[in-house]
């Protein structure tokens, strides 16, 4: 947070193929369990959402190499309050309630013989190709020093479909998505909790985007708790192609002299039902929707176009925008949603991960 589909709405759920070995020598296969993912269809193009799953490539010779694939799933943050600043740097302290989907970006690790490489595809890539320094590189370096590996390799390849600078952590997931890839990759068995705390070295929510479950953020984002008790739910989210910088957001609230505001009070044993939840999230709010507003003000209109739709019980923006978020108590209400938003803009409907 402090960091920093022009398509059809999601409408159907592939249960993910598990992940599989080849042995050159015989037919046999052995199979390892992938988890629970799943793909996600909007617009036609398949996004992998939920647990990562194992991909093969057959090498020269017929030598099985094995490929590993992670999603990185959006984080939406259902409110977003700012409750203080640091003296020591002056980063905001927030306090926000985060989930996971319906939208994701796909990173593949394989192996090569010397160096990491980075290519770049999907229909967003091109807002990234300027970067000299992505951030999935700078968790590969970071992994690596962890590890002690002097001369890391690695060929990485990231599908990009989250819509870049846009309030959903499109670059932490990224980032996380690449640490979860390379540990399973070199072997390293690092665990959840070692990764996150690499994470954090590369930036605040990279944390929260390496377990991508739903989750409590305090701190700088860096704290993390697990999340009350969550009911189903889907999500819309709309984007108007308007990229707005974290750090402009920030200080715009800073110089219209908005006040801190305290943490929430959510309840412990969580919510029974959509409605009970949008209750709750209507009584809390995103302190930086104004300022991002005032310097975006088409955010206005998505929220607008979202409370319109028929089902939608609550709509925010996430993050420091310029995304929004609607919630649904039903999936096709949602996806029929999505479906009525403007062409232009960036869209995404379904359920959050895990359901």
């Known amino acids: 947070m402090n960091d920093a589909v022009a398509a059809e709405a999601a409408r159907t759920t592939e249960a993910a193929e598990a992940a599989r070995t080849t042995e050159a020598a015989e037919a046999a296969r052995t199979t390892e369990a992938a988890g629970a993912a799943r793909t996600t269809k909007a617009g036609g193009a398949a996004r992998t959402t939920g647990a990562a799953e194992a991909a093969r490539t057959t090498g020269a010779g017929g030598a099985a190499r094995a490929v590993v694939a992670e999603a990185a799933p959006a984080k939406v943050n259902l409110y977003l309050h700012v409750a203080g600043r640091r003296a020591a740097d002056g980063y905001h302290l927030l306090d926000s309630l985060a989930v996971f989907g319906p939208a994701a970006d796909a990173l593949t690790a394989a192996p090569i013989a010397a160096g990491l490489h980075l290519a770049l595809e999907g229909p967003e890539a091109k807002s990234l190709a300027a970067e000299p320094d992505n951030l999935v590189l700078r968790a590969a370096r970071a992994l690596a020093a962890a590890a002690g590996m002097a001369a890391p390799a690695a060929a990485l390849t990231l599908d990009k479909r989250l819509p870049v600078a846009s309030g959903i952590g499109?670059?932490?997931?990224?980032?996380?998505?690449?640490?979860?890839?390379?540990?399973?990759?070199?072997?390293?068995?690092?665990?959840?909790?070692?990764?996150?705390?690499?994470?954090?070295?590369?930036?605040?929510?990279?944390?929260?985007?390496?377990?991508?479950?739903?989750?409590?953020?305090?701190?700088?984002?860096?704290?993390?708790?697990?999340?009350?008790?969550?009911?189903?739910?889907?999500?819309?989210?709309?984007?108007?192609?308007?990229?707005?910088?974290?750090?402009?957001?920030?200080?715009?609230?800073?110089?219209s002299g908005a006040a801190f505001t305290a943490p929430a009070t959510l309840p412990v044993r969580g919510w029974g039902d959509a409605a009970a939840l949008a209750h709750d999230l209507r009584a809390l709010r995103n302190d930086l929707e104004a300022p991002a507003i005032a310097l975006c003000p088409t955010i206005a209109a998505v929220l607008a176009a979202l409370r319109a739709q028929p089902g939608c019980l609550v709509a925010r923006m996430s993050g420091s925008g310029a995304t929004c978020f609607g919630l649904f108590a039903a999936t096709d209400a949602a996806a029929r949603a999505a479906a009525a938003l403007p062409a232009g803009w960036w869209r995404a409907a379904g359920p959050i991960t895990p359901a």
Not at 196 to 211: H, N, Q, W
């Open 170 to 255: 499109g670059g932490s997931a990224d980032a996380a998505a690449a640490l979860r890839a390379l540990d399973r990759l070199w072997g390293l068995g690092l665990g959840t909790a070692r990764l996150a705390t690499i994470g954090a070295t590369i930036g605040a929510d990279v944390p929260v985007c390496v377990a991508a479950r739903p989750a409590r953020m305090q701190g700088i984002g860096e704290v993390l708790a697990p999340a009350p008790p969550l009911p189903r739910f889907a999500l819309v989210l709309a984007n108007p192609r308007l990229a707005v910088p974290t750090p402009a957001v920030f200080r715009a609230r800073v110089e």
